[in-house]
Every structure is written in structure tokens, then in C-alpha cells.
């Protein structure tokens, strides 16, 4: 079973983040670099790090969402975010995350998988524009076919 658990990074291409809920320590077991592009260093090993790379326009949802969950004790958490890539453009992240709890039931850890979804997200953008035209398009031209009929 451990060969298996140490062959798991080499299948995906996805990040790992863990963060201490009671220090606001955060470690990247994976992904750090690959998927996100910054070298692993002092300042990427607290949740402010990740709170600065998240887009402003993204920040306090997801922020709340993950206050959320973690106040309600829920187990699990998932969200999407635009995240920061080290080079200054951003990714659509897709986190789905666990919430280990103590013995006492309190939330002490945040352990997140974010997997890169921006490109299914612009084919979905791109898809979505398409039908939009398409019925736009088609209702003129409904337009246009009764008042040439009329």
C-alpha cells in the first residue's frame, strides 16, 4: 500500500495544500511549483500566501465558504477560484478538500486537492457564447422570415 501512496503525485498533475487551522501553517506536499509555479520557499508557508493569490474578485467568497464549512463542522469542502499563477496569470482552480477533526471533534486541519479546470472552464465560456449567437441568430432570422412572409 505505501508504493502505491508514493506513486499517487506522479498521476496527477494537481496541488496539495495543508493547512494547521490552529497555526495558520500551510504546506505543499504537491504542486507547489508544477501546477502553480512558485519555488518552494518561507513565503509560501502560511494561509496568507495563499489568501494574496487568490483573485480579489474571488477572495471573500471563497474565504466565507471555507469559514463556513469549517465553523459547521462539515467534513468536506469544495469550491472554484481564480488562483495567481507564479508568472502572473491566473488559473480557475477546482479545490475539493477534507477537514480533519480532533478527538474532540474540533476542526484542526484543511487538507485541499486544486486541479487546474481553466481550460474546461473556456470551452464552457466558449460553448455558452456559441448558443447564445445561435439563438440570437436564429430568432432575427425568424424575425426576418415572418416580415418578408407579411
Do not use: C
Given at each position: 500500500?505505501?508504493?502505491?501512496?508514493?506513486?499517487?503525485?506522479?498521476?496527477?498533475?494537481?496541488?496539495?495544500?495543508?493547512?494547521?487551522?490552529?497555526?495558520?501553517?500551510?504546506?505543499?506536499?504537491?504542486?507547489?511549483?508544477?501546477?502553480?509555479?512558485?519555488?518552494?520557499?518561507?513565503?509560501?508557508?502560511?494561509?496568507?500566501?495563499?489568501?494574496?493569490?487568490?483573485?480579489?474578485?474571488?477572495?471573500?467568497?471563497?474565504?466565507?465558504?471555507?469559514?463556513?464549512?469549517?465553523?459547521?463542522?462539515?467534513?468536506?469542502?469544495?469550491?472554484?477560484?481564480?488562483?495567481?499563477?507564479?508568472?502572473?496569470?491566473?488559473?480557475?482552480?477546482?479545490?475539493r478538500a477534507l477537514i480533519v477533526c480532533d478527538i474532540n471533534g474540533r476542526p484542526v486541519r484543511f487538507i485541499g486537492?486544486?486541479?487546474?479546470?481553466?481550460?474546461?472552464?473556456?470551452?464552457?465560456?466558449?460553448?455558452?457564447?456559441?448558443?447564445?449567437?445561435?439563438?440570437?441568430?436564429?430568432?432575427?432570422?425568424?424575425?426576418?422570415?415572418?416580415?418578408?412572409?407579411?
Open positions: 500500500m505505501l508504493i502505491i501512496i508514493s506513486w499517487l503525485p506522479g498521476a496527477t498533475n494537481d496541488a496539495v495544500r495543508d493547512w494547521d487551522l490552529a497555526s495558520g501553517d500551510l504546506i505543499w506536499p504537491q504542486g507547489l511549483d508544477t501546477l502553480l509555479g512558485y519555488p518552494s520557499g518561507k513565503s509560501d508557508q502560511t494561509i496568507a500566501f495563499w489568501q494574496r493569490q487568490v483573485h480579489g474578485a474571488d477572495r471573500s467568497r471563497t474565504a466565507a465558504s471555507i469559514r463556513n464549512a469549517i465553523k459547521s463542522k462539515a467534513e468536506y469542502w469544495s469550491g472554484e477560484y481564480r488562483f495567481r499563477h507564479a508568472k502572473g496569470h491566473y488559473l480557475q482552480l477546482l479545490e486537492v486544486l486541479m487546474d479546470v481553466t481550460r474546461r472552464k473556456q470551452l464552457h465560456d466558449q460553448l455558452s457564447h456559441s448558443q447564445k449567437w445561435k439563438r440570437l441568430v436564429n430568432s432575427r432570422a425568424a424575425s426576418l422570415t415572418t416580415s418578408i412572409i407579411s
